[in-house]
């Protein structure tokens, strides 16, 4: 089975930098997904990571340690729009998903 | 084709009633994914697709549920005999697999459903 945990809620400041971390333990890994959720909207996919390391996209980079069993997303520039439910989810033919964390961005 | 999309978007029923939801995917996606979502929670898997075959369903997922994909094209996800606890957004997501490709899920808008 899979077991993936994130923290429940972060807050920041218009403009700074945070990092989610994600710690999975699975039974199969083929990749690890990060995906964003606006309430009462569906997730939209941010970033992929199959190999150890940084994966960088705009204002948002990824990084994973499969011998750790360990993944961050970090948000930078943060605008108030990035407030959002952000989930880490590790493929093993199909996603299974954290609980996501909730991010607040204060003006 | 512009995405994944799902029907109804809404529903309510009284517990005891059976409800289905209908899921069209992104024409050229051979993968359909059905997952639960309820308030606080990250997506929960029910099953999945590869075309028409159903190659796994979760082991928490009672009997009175079951999903079809006739033709490898569209899929229905029945739940019979409803009940309070099945209150929740089901998300039907579809992906393209094979080779070397990713997986990347595409999540339709979700069906909720309340069940009073």
């Known amino acids: 089975g899979q077991n993936i945990d994130q923290p429940t809620e972060m807050t920041a400041t218009e403009g700074a930098i945070v990092q989610i971390n994600c710690t999975y333990q699975?039974?199969?890994?083929?990749?690890l997904f990060w995906y964003q959720q606006h309430a009462g909207e569906a997730p939209t996919f941010l970033s992929y990571?199959?190999?150890?390391g940084l994966e960088e996209k705009g204002r948002f980079s990824s990084f994973l340690s499969r011998s750790k069993g360990y993944s961050y997303l970090l948000l930078k520039e943060l605008q108030m729009k990035d407030s959002a439910s952000y989930l880490c989810?590790?493929?093993?033919?199909?996603?299974?998903f954290g609980a996501g964390t909730t991010v607040t961005v204060r003006a | 084709d512009t995405g994944v999309s799902q029907d109804p978007r809404h529903k309510i029923t009284k517990r005891g009633q059976n409800v289905t939801f209908r899921c069209d995917p992104i024409?050229?996606?051979?993968?359909l994914y059905w997952y639960r979502q309820t308030l606080g929670q990250g997506p929960e898997f029910l099953t999945y697709?590869?075309?028409?075959?159903?190659?796994?369903k979760s082991r928490l997922l009672s009997d009175r549920f079951s999903a079809e994909r006739p033709k490898g094209s569209f899929s229905t996800l029945e739940i019979q005999r409803t009940e309070q606890g099945d209150s929740a957004m089901y998300l039907c997501?579809?992906?393209?697999?094979?080779?070397?490709?990713?997986?990347?899920?595409?999540f339709g808008e979700g069906s909720r459903l309340t069940v009073l």
């Open positions: 024409s050229e996606h051979n993968r």
């Open positions: 699975t039974s199969g890994f083929n990749g």
């Open positions: 697709f590869q075309n028409e075959a159903q190659l796994e």
């Open positions: 989810a590790v493929s093993n033919y199909k996603l299974s």
């Open positions: 990571n199959v190999l150890d």
């Open positions: 997501a579809s992906s393209l697999e094979g080779g070397d490709y990713t997986g990347e899920l595409f």
